[in-house]
């Protein structure tokens, strides 16, 4: 592995995601707020390690493999954690979880293939509301939010559902061609 700054970012989300599930389970204002800091912190370095890689031209086989896994890992054990706090039920957990697997699992063949699949815009967002879901769950642990709380948190978590499943959908469609075995296209990009 090559050591540079955008990898180096990367491994850092990852060997900090024990941290921060100590930080969720622990009981104490400080381990919430901190909680918050660092999953915020963690969030934002996936943009950092890929702007940087970019944009200093370091973009190596590690980041590629690295980046997504790092940002599955994060976000699959806040998701657990939230799940035994009692915060989140499991079926829809299960459902976000599965459609990762998938995923992962098609963009492998798709390598084992030649294939670049790259992340689509419903990707993103996807991404961006699995963020949102979990910030909004660590916020509403520290600073509560009323009544309207448990509406909110199921009005995230089923938007983080929808965007997952219909996000796989499109990734299954665009590369429905590898799946038949019959794929000529070598690059599925936005499109």
Do not use: C
């Amino acid at each position: 592995m090559t050591w540079t700054i955008p990898n180096q970012i990367t491994l850092a989300r990852i060997l900090a995601i024990p941290v921060l599930m100590y930080f969720i389970f622990a009981e104490g204002t400080v381990f919430k707020i901190l909680a918050i800091g660092m999953f915020a912190l963690a969030a934002a370095s996936d943009v950092v390690d890929g702007y940087l890689a970019r944009s200093l031209r370091q973009e190596t086989a590690f980041g590629v493999f690295a980046d997504p896994i790092a940002d599955k890992l994060l976000v699959t054990a806040t998701l657990v954690s939230f799940v035994e706090l009692g915060e989140l039920a499991a079926v829809p957990v299960v459902v976000i979880l599965a459609r990762e697997f998938l995923v992962t699992g098609f963009r492998l063949l798709a390598v084992g293939e030649g294939v670049v699949v790259s992340a689509s815009y419903l990707g993103k967002a996807k991404t961006l509301s699995h963020t949102g879901l979990v910030m909004f769950i660590l916020a509403v642990r520290y600073f509560g939010v009323g009544p309207w709380g448990d509406v909110a948190r199921e009005a995230f978590l089923y938007l983080a559902v929808a965007l997952a499943v219909v996000s796989a959908g499109d990734y299954f469609w665009r590369g429905r061609g590898l799946l038949s075995g019959a794929s000529t296209t070598r690059h599925l990009g936005d499109e």
